[in-house]
């Protein structure tokens, strides 16, 4: 495939071109694995982001340097 059948095959496939290409080289059985990974980590991923924004929650404070800091006293 040269660059202009690429150009071309991705125009016409849009999301589909990294699966079709897949299919071409590898076979269609990695395809099918490589989408139920790909699902897989779409659903996982908001799922550790609300995880992990329910813990920083009951600790009242954010990570790093989004948490608000105390002033310090003055001596």
Do not use: K, W
């Not at 125009?11 to 699902?39: K, P």
Request: charged letters at 15%; a positive charge; proline letters at 8%.
């Amino acid at each position: 495939m040269d660059a202009d059948q690429v150009r071309s095959v991705a125009g016409t496939e849009l999301g589909n071109y990294f699966f079709a290409i897949n299919d071409q080289y590898v076979g269609s059985a990695m395809t099918t694995v490589m989408s139920a990974l790909l699902c897989t980590s779409l659903f996982a991923s908001p799922v550790a982001v609300a995880g992990h924004a329910r813990h920083h929650g009951r600790q009242r404070r954010g990570p790093g340097d989004l948490r608000p800091r105390q002033p310090r006293p003055v001596p």
